[in-house]
């Protein structure tokens, strides 16, 4: 038995059409987009490098716009990392405003560097075309069990699973989530950088608002919801902490930030 995780990056079909102007002529600006795209995917998860793979068992697949990573279900640790690395993944795309959905699912699958078979990947897939609904990347719970059954050899079972529980939310249907909002900032090089990253996921969203299109409205109503819980968060937070003269500009931006009314 294998965790299997689909990913699937949303878009990406029209940034591959956007590298050209449909007269064969390139477009750079589109194509650096793609490129670093393409390279993130590669470094995140270690596709120039397998021998790098922290789980012995992992077997990571891209094609089109579809990635499949899978490992042995015993690995220890091997869903902590593994969805520490789809959550910096997720986190990296969206300074493109490039946005991913998916599904995490046990199953029995082969996964190899030449064949992926098995009905572990068709579970997977029916979750992440029917289940997952919004730009998020889904497990259920049995996923964080097990997880917290094969811990790491200096984590008690609760710490395991504490640490998991850093990486994903539970949403209003059941549902786990890597959370890409709050619990993201944990990724970030310094506080500095939250503002940064707050605002990519504003300009990602604000386009739709006052869309009347009921499939976006759904996705981006969702993104809305989660976006401004995150603000509220943010600003309960940052109004008991003392700023000192240095970050002034970051205090001021928190005193600023708002919600995206819809």
Not at 24 to 44: L, V
Not at 81 to 102: A, M, P, T, W
Not at 173 to 202: C, V
Not at 231 to 243: L, P, Q, W
Request: proline share 3%; with cysteine; net charge negative.
């Amino acid at each position: 038995m294998r965790i299997i995780a689909l990913i699937d990056i949303l878009g990406f079909r029209d940034i591959i059409a956007e590298t050209t102007d449909g007269k064969g002529n390139d477009k750079e600006k589109d194509i650096e987009k793609t490129y670093y795209i393409f390279s993130t995917i590669r470094k995140i998860l270690d596709l120039d490098n397998p021998e790098g793979f922290f789980e012995k068992s992992k077997v990571v697949t891209q094609f089109s716009d579809s990635i499949v990573i899978s490992f042995l279900y015993s690995e220890e640790s091997g869903i902590f990392y593994n969805l520490f690395d789809i959550q910096v993944l997720i986190s990296e795309l969206l300074k493109h405003k490039v946005l991913c959905r998916g599904g995490i699912t046990l199953g029995k699958l082969i996964h190899t560097d030449k064949i992926l078979f098995g009905p572990g990947f068709i579970k997977a897939y029916d979750t992440e075309s029917k289940a997952a609904l919004f730009p998020r990347v889904i497990l259920d719970e049995t996923i964080l069990d097990i997880g917290k059954q094969f811990h790491s050899f200096h984590h008690a079972p609760e710490d395991e699973l504490d640490s998991i529980n850093s990486i994903v939310s539970k949403d209003t249907d059941n549902m786990y989530y890597i959370d890409y909002f709050g619990k993201a900032f944990e990724n970030l090089d310094s506080a500095e950088d939250e503002p940064l990253y707050i605002e990519n996921l504003r300009e990602i969203i604000t386009p739709y608002i006052n869309t009347d299109k009921p499939d976006l409205k759904v996705k981006y109503g969702w993104l809305i919801n989660k976006f401004n819980r995150m603000v509220d968060e943010i600003k309960e937070y940052r109004s008991s902490k003392d700023f000192d003269e240095s970050d002034y500009d970051l205090e001021q931006y928190y005193k600023q930030l708002t919600l995206i009314k819809s």
